[in-house]
């Protein structure tokens, strides 16, 4: 017995992957190899998002809850850099919109530099008020004009119609320049009072993306997305593809009719081309997953890593021989932060439409933290490791509750009350299972599936 958890011990990692990729085979050839792929570029995305909060937490101990708002953020991004100008709204409103943003930026510049050099407060808060009031009349003259502008297809300014791929790295610069302006803040405060003020700031920002309708159309959502990978269309009648398709059915099609080939060919093609593309997709994930996973381990194993880790574990002991605490959370916030704004933006850019009202708590707070614990914070694999997890139960909770309720309704007369309460209540099946998952990692795992080694400083 002690040789085998020893011999699991030393080969967690390779055993704990193998076996997900197992199970996701099994996906592939029992449902579809499109949901596998699926379930599989999400979970990429998720551990980027995760590797992200991980760097904030296994390494300095920040708790973060308001990972949607900085996933938001880089979603916003794609939007911004990626879709095309609308050039009938920039003419209506775009310089008035301008020229207000500009006036509030001199104004609340002003207003801090009268405050800093000690002009008189009402002096000041008159110059402020007047900025104010100017700014609001110009804003809501330019928005009003943007958002009349074929409000069912546009009614905003639209993007700058550049490469999506940039849209990435604007998304990480974006949450990355929030965070800044957030940690300059409330990385002070305690970790309580750290975990609400992210929260609130994160509310705030969607908050600002749901309603100003200008801007990325508010709750109409911004849809038709460019992609960095080829379209399912476009595989379909490309020539080449479909040749290959063929030839690697051609024992299958050599025994139907000329016309039952076609369509069976015709078949074979859509249901390839969903696949080729999602693994398009994966191609780019995985490379992204793995440049964010070397760089931090390299980070993590560095100096600068163990220093961050010697503050992470004794404060006091690390502000005693002369290090600069705060800085040194602020920097771990700032690209813990940015990691979460790009992966914010893989997310908007593989679902191909931006939908503020998906930002949710659950999903982007409560889900993240449940895949950073049970693989183990602190450890880089472990958060990819639980992303894949999670991700795979949460996909698979319905058809898994759906079974369950299949092996009840064979063993429990049909029509009873306890089984139509089940049938009603299968989909909350997926909330239970995480709960479930996160108490029984807390219990018997507390430092996750993969936890931290520990290192000497």
């Known amino acids: 017995m002690n040789n085998i958890k020893a011999i699991w011990e030393a080969n967690k990692v390779i055993a704990s992957f193998t076996i997900m990729g197992l199970i996701l085979l099994f996906v592939g050839m029992n449902q579809s190899w499109a949901l596998a792929l699926g379930i599989f570029n999400m979970s990429l995305i998720s551990a980027i998002m995760a590797l992200g909060v991980n760097i904030q937490w296994g390494y300095a101990g920040l708790f973060n809850v308001g990972i949607m708002g900085f996933a938001a953020l880089g979603g916003v991004s794609v939007?911004?850099?990626?879709?095309?100008?609308?050039?009938?709204?920039i003419d209506a409103g775009g310089m008035k919109m301008f020229l207000s943003l500009i006036i509030g930026a001199v104004t609340v510049i002003t207003g801090v530099l009268l405050n800093r050099r000690g002009?008189?407060?009402?002096?000041?808060?008159?110059?402020?008020?007047?900025?104010?009031?100017?700014?609001?009349?110009y804003f809501s003259e330019a928005a009003d004009l943007i958002e009349k502008v074929d409000p069912a297809i546009t009614g905003y300014l639209g993007g700058f119609g550049l490469p999506i791929a940039f849209s990435w790295i604007v998304g990480g610069l974006a949450a990355a320049g929030a965070a800044w302006w957030i940690g300059k803040i409330t990385l002070g405060l305690r970790t309580d009072y750290l975990a609400i003020a992210t929260l609130g700031i994160s509310e705030i920002i969607l908050y600002v993306i749901?309603?100003?309708?200008?801007?990325?159309?508010?709750?109409?959502?911004?849809?038709?997305?460019?992609?960095?990978?080829?379209?399912?269309?476009?595989?379909?009648?490309?020539?080449?593809?479909?040749?290959?398709?063929?030839?690697?059915?051609?024992?299958?099609l050599q025994l139907l009719t000329q016309s039952e080939q076609i369509d069976q060919l015709g078949i074979y093609v859509r249901e390839a081309a969903v696949v080729f593309v999602k693994l398009c997709y994966s191609s780019l994930f995985i490379a992204i997953l793995g440049a964010f996973i070397i760089l931090s381990n390299?980070?993590?194993?560095?100096?600068?890593?163990?220093?961050?880790?010697?503050?992470?574990?004794?404060?006091?002991?690390?502000?005693?021989?002369?290090?600069?605490?705060?800085?040194?959370?602020?920097?771990?916030?700032?690209?813990?932060?940015?990691?979460?704004?790009?992966?914010?933006?893989?997310?908007?850019?593989y679902d191909g439409i931006f939908i503020p009202t998906a930002y949710q708590p659950l999903r982007f707070t409560f889900l993240i933290w449940v895949m950073v614990i049970l693989g183990g914070s602190g450890n880089n694999l472990g958060s990819v490791l639980g992303a894949f997890i999670i991700w795979f139960i949460w996909i698979q909770a319905g058809p898994m509750g759906l079974w369950v309720?299949?092996?009840?309704?064979?063993n429990i007369q049909e029509g009873g009350v306890f089984l139509e309460f089940i049938e009603d209540r299968v989909h909350y099946l997926r909330l239970v299972?995480?709960?479930?998952?996160?108490?029984?990692?807390?219990?018997?795992s507390p430092g996750g599936i993969l936890p931290e080694k520990n290192k000497e400083l």
């Open 298 to 349: 390299l980070a993590l194993n560095s100096p600068w890593g163990r220093k961050v880790r010697a503050i992470r574990d004794n404060e006091v002991a690390a502000s005693a021989m002369g290090k600069n605490i705060k800085r040194q959370h602020l920097q771990i916030f700032v690209i813990g932060s940015a990691i979460v704004g790009v992966a914010g933006a893989l997310l908007v850019t």
């Open 79 to 89: 939007v911004l850099i990626a879709q095309q100008p609308v050039t009938e709204a």
């Open 433 to 444: 299972f995480m709960g479930t998952i996160l108490l029984l990692i807390m219990r018997f």
């Open 210 to 252: 749901k309603n100003e309708d200008w801007f990325v159309r508010g709750l109409k959502n911004v849809y038709g997305l460019p992609r960095p990978v080829p379209y399912e269309v476009d595989m379909q009648q490309s020539e080449w593809f479909q040749n290959i398709i063929a030839w690697l059915h051609k024992s299958e």
């Open 119 to 137: 002009v008189n407060k009402w002096l000041t808060a008159v110059v402020v008020v007047i900025g104010y009031l100017i700014t609001r009349y």
């Open 405 to 410: 309720v299949e092996m009840l309704g064979n």
